[in-house]
Nanobody, 124 residues
Framework: VQLQASGGGLVQAGGSLRLSCAASTSTFSRYVMGWFRQAPGKEREFVAAIGRNDGRTYYADSVKGRFTISRDNARNTVALQMNSLKAEDTAVYYC??????????????????WGQGTLVTVSS
C-alpha cells in the first residue's frame, strides 16, 4: 500500500492544523493506521493510532486531549486534527499502516508501510 501525507505547514503556537493521509489500497479497512513524528536529531515517535473498523484510538501522552485521529474507510483516508499546537510539536509527521494486527500499536517496527512525511513547524 502507498501512503501520501499532506497538510503540514507553519503555524503559530496555539493554532491548529489538520493532516491527511491517503492510502492506495482497496482493503484500507484491514489496516491499523498510525501517525508518527520525528523532530531533528530525535528518534521517530508515536503520536496516535486508530483501529481497523471499531475506530478505537490510542494517543501518546504528549498529545492526548489536543490531537484527534480519525479515519474514513470509504475514502481510504486517515486524518490527524492538531489543536493547541506547541513549539515542541514541530517535526516531520508520517502516516503509517499495519496489516498484521487487529488492535492499534505504538511500535514503529509494527508498521510496514510509511508515507513520505509532511513538515509541521510551530512558531513560539
Amino acid at each position: 500500500v502507498q501512503l501520501q501525507a499532506s497538510g503540514g505547514g507553519l503555524v503559530q503556537a496555539g493554532g491548529s492544523l489538520r493532516l491527511s493521509c491517503a492510502a492506495s489500497t482497496s482493503t484500507f479497512s484491514r489496516y491499523v493506521m498510525g501517525w508518527f513524528r520525528q523532530a531533528p536529531g530525535k528518534e521517530r515517535e508515536f503520536v496516535a493510532a486508530i483501529g481497523r473498523n471499531d475506530g478505537r484510538t490510542y494517543y501518546a501522552d504528549s498529545v492526548k486531549g489536543r490531537f484527534t485521529i480519525s479515519r474514513d474507510n470509504a475514502r481510504n483516508t486517515v486524518a490527524l486534527q492538531m489543536n493547541s499546537l506547541k513549539a515542541e510539536d514541530t517535526a516531520v509527521y508520517y502516516c503509517a499502516a499495519d496489516s498484521q494486527r487487529i488492535l492499534s500499536t505504538y511500535r514503529v517496527p509494527d508498521y510496514a508501510y510509511w508515507g513520505q512525511g509532511t513538515l509541521v513547524t510551530v512558531s513560539s
